[in-house]
């Protein structure tokens, strides 16, 4: 016997991929009409509570109703795809509204319609023969100025197919409302007949001049455009859906509820707002229904709509609360869905553009001028956590396998070790036997020691010496990165509470890549103009100052103890013939930066010893030739003229002559 199975059945069409690739051709971003929100919904929502208080369940048709997802790891597995709470996408839902009210985000759009159309047969504010002439614009800007420019001469605007007269329109200051303005008395300097009648013998009009257009009648006049209107207009879709008559429930997902003490729950800002939306949409509702209701209670509920669902959209959305609504706002104020996406922690800098990466560490910088301009001093603790993975040699075998004993909290120690055939083991236990049994090809990832090359990195990165290559120095007893301040123009950075990142680099290749293109020696000019960035600064041109000067002398001891200052402990001084011989040998400040120049004598210096200063713009010629401003035939600098600028110029930035 034949037996067959029932076709499945799926709320959803399932996705299925094409074998042929398809290329993305345009991408259009348009509001949702009343039936794509119904049929893109799971759930149609009418209780504005959360869970039965005889079973603590979600209810069913509330704000957590369980076809939208789980909403919470008790909640169980969800009603429409059957998925647990951490696998469950969410799904949407959606209510009615009594009345429609308007979307604050697209408010200033309708009133750029409503400034074209009339406000009787919702057609353009256009006679066909200057419409013809307009037919070629693709901008509604420019429609919408075109509509409204008799308005700024005070002049109405008859409308050409029904002859009703249009005043200017605008927003309702200071709250969500749109009002549209009689006062513009004249038609082609003519004044309008209905404002002649509504005097009367006193003297008083006995018109309204200005009428408010409620969501209900501006929603009537949307319904009633023309789709080639709608097009002339550049719209994408349909101007009704510009107004709310739905709306959309977003998934649990996105607002988990937090069970607290059993039967009590902490809901999400959005869930609170949805809530009071359908308590103010429920009020509305039966006042609508009662008959014997009167209109003032009815508007005034359709305004409590109004404020609620604009506050749901944006809660910093400028509104006119009434006194019995004020009195009811929570103590706490609650997010809106603008909220989340915008600022520091929203969607888009917080989530997606502020995403966290491995292998990467951030704290407070302090300037240090101990450390070289291609240092950065990192934290002991930082350096215990980041690792990089080097693999074992002949060369490293002994300083790895101390690491792999030391384990991962004591420095210098390693975090894990690859076996050369791929397999991982963590170094929290049996680290001993680990160090012993560590071979060649064997990958230790150690902690970060002296001289690891890591990136530095200043937000906001406007530029590419915003992240430079430096090499590590780990700080024992410091908390804060630190680094030479000469480094601070091309980080824009101070040191009054600023953070800076560092990411460690995890292949040689990387690191290699990082140190020839990156590194602070390769980037001390800016790109834009040459201009010097890694320059001496603060302190440093303060010191040169103080040693170059014409009454300071240094005897053989401190001559020599600044010179190990300034080279390396390896290198070789020759000491220059001191400027004073008796009674005692004393060196001059110019002395010291000759040995800073040129150490020893095997060393190859090429300087230039002609700049433009201030008091200094050209060479003497002397026979038809250009002399040096500095003698070339002596070994030391000659002093002619101080000219501080030249140690730190906006310019220059570097220190070309040390006159005293």
């Not at 804060?480 to 123009?489: G, I, K, Q």
């Not at 038809?624 to 000659?638: L, Q, S, V």
């Amino acid at each position: 016997m034949n037996t067959q199975r029932a076709p499945l059945v799926f709320t959803k069409q399932p996705y299925i991929e094409q074998e042929d690739h398809r290329r993305i051709a345009q991408w259009e971003f348009n509001a949702l009409s009343q039936s794509e929100i119904s049929k893109m919904a799971e759930a149609q929502i009418f209780e504005g509570k959360y869970y039965d208080s005889a079973t603590g369940k979600p209810i069913q048709g509330g704000l957590l109703d369980p076809r939208l997802g789980p909403a919470n790891r008790q909640s169980g597995n969800c009603a429409t795809c059957s998925a647990k709470l951490s696998d469950c996408p969410g799904h949407f839902g959606y209510f009615m509204l009594s009345l429609p009210v308007f979307n604050v985000g697209y408010l200033n759009v309708v009133v750029d319609i409503l400034k074209c159309i009339c406000k009787m047969c919702s057609r353009i504010l256009l006679d066909e023969k200057l419409r013809s002439k307009k037919e070629s614009m693709k901008d509604m800007k420019s429609i919408v100025k075109e509509c409204v420019k008799p308005l700024t001469n005070h002049r109405a605007v008859e409308c050409s197919h029904c002859g009703y007269t249009n005043g200017n329109v605008r927003r309702v200051p200071g709250d969500v409302g749109i009002q549209h303005d009689h006062s513009e008395r004249t038609v082609n300097g003519v004044v309008v007949d209905e404002y002649k009648s509504a005097i009367l013998d006193k003297g008083v009009i006995n018109m309204q001049q200005i009428f408010l257009l409620d969501p209900a009648r501006v929603y009537s006049l949307f319904r009633k455009m023309l789709d080639v209107d709608c097009r002339f207009l550049c719209l994408k879709t349909r101007p009704e859906n510009l107004l709310l008559t739905c709306i959309l429930v977003p998934p649990i997902a996105i607002r988990p509820s937090v069970l607290v003490g059993g039967s009590q729950s902490n809901e999400d800002d959005v869930t609170v707002r949805l809530k009071r939306i359908i308590q103010a949409n429920a009020k509305l509702r039966l006042q609508l229904s009662s008959a014997g209701s009167s209109s003032a209670v009815s508007l005034s509920c359709w305004e409590e709509l109004q404020i609620e669902v604009a506050q749901y959209i944006n809660s910093d959305a400028r509104v006119h609360l009434p006194p019995s609504l004020r009195a009811q706002q929570p103590t706490k104020p609650l997010s809106g869905l603008v909220q989340r996406l915008k600022g520091k922690t929203g969607r888009f800098r917080g989530t997606l553009s502020g995403k966290r990466v491995e292998y990467t560490g951030r704290s407070v910088i302090s300037p240090d001028p101990n450390l070289k301009i291609t240092e950065v001093g990192i934290p002991m603790e930082m350096a215990t956590i980041l690792s990089y993975p080097e693999r074992v040699s002949k060369h490293n075998i002994d300083k790895l396998r101390l690491c792999v004993s030391n384990g991962p909290y004591k420095y210098p120690g390693a975090k894990m070790l690859r076996n050369h055939d791929g397999s991982e083991f963590t170094l929290k236990v049996n680290r001993q036997g680990r160090a012993r049994g560590l071979k060649c090809g064997d990958i230790v990832d150690r902690h970060l020691e002296d001289g690891d090359i890591v990136l530095f990195n200043r937000q906001p990165s406007l530029h590419r010496m915003s992240v430079m290559c430096h090499r590590a120095r780990i700080m024992p007893h410091s908390r804060t990165l630190r680094f030479n301040e000469s480094v601070c123009n091309p980080y824009n950075a101070d040191f009054d509470g600023d953070e800076m990142n560092i990411h460690v680099p995890q292949t040689e290749e990387a690191r290699a890549e990082a140190l020839m293109l990156m590194g602070v020696h390769n980037n001390l000019c800016t790109p834009k103009n040459g201009e010097i960035l890694v320059a001496s600064t603060q302190d440093f041109l303060t010191s040169s100052f103080l040693i170059t000067r014409k009454d300071t002398f240094y005897d053989r001891a401190s001559f020599s103890l600044l010179c190990s200052y300034m080279v390396d402990g390896k290198a070789s001084v020759d000491l220059p013939t001191p400027a004073v011989v008796k009674p005692v040998e004393l060196w001059t400040g110019k002395q010291l930066f000759n040995v800073l120049v040129r150490p020893n004598s095997n060393v190859r210096v090429y300087l230039n010893l002609i700049v433009r200063e201030k008091s200094y713009t050209s060479a003497r010629t002397e026979d038809g030739r250009e002399t040096e401003a500095m003698c070339p035939n002596d070994g030391f600098e000659m002093a002619i003229r101080m000219d501080f600028t030249l140690f730190f110029s906006e310019t220059i930035k570097l220190m070309l002559l040390l006159l005293a």
